[in-house]
């Protein structure tokens, strides 16, 4: 059963800036993409960013221009480099990685954003 581990959230101030990385346990066959998710206390998860097999990316529009979704040297490997974060961004965040038969979730990292 493939893991996924999120690591690197944590408490910043408005303005500064967070590195979320996952890491799968083991090689993912038929990867169609992987994204990031988030849920914030009383809403529902949603979509911040994916990045297909062949490297296109797509944000949802409330990170445009602040959030970047990258891949590592092993393709199940996915970052998301935040900056200029908001109070609003806090939330959990959840890392998706979408084959053609099934969908594999992390627990979540926490990213938490003070004004």
């Known amino acids: 059963q493939v893991q996924l581990v999120e690591s690197g959230g944590g408490l910043v101030q408005a303005g500064g800036s967070l590195r979320l990385s996952c890491v799968a346990s083991e090689y993912i066959f038929s990867l169609n993409a992987m994204a990031w998710y988030r849920q914030a206390p009383g809403k529902q998860r949603e979509l911040v960013a994916t990045?297909?097999?062949?490297?296109?990316?797509n944000y949802a529009d409330s990170v445009k221009g602040r959030f970047t979704i990258s891949r590592g040297n092993a393709k199940s490997t996915v970052y998301l480099q935040m900056n200029s974060l908001k109070p609003e961004d806090t939330a959990t965040y959840y890392c998706?990685?979408?084959?053609?038969?099934?969908?594999?979730w992390g627990q979540g990292t926490q990213v938490t954003v003070s004004s």
């Open positions: 990045i297909t097999s062949g490297g296109s990316t």
């Open positions: 998706n990685a979408d084959t053609s038969r099934v969908q594999y």
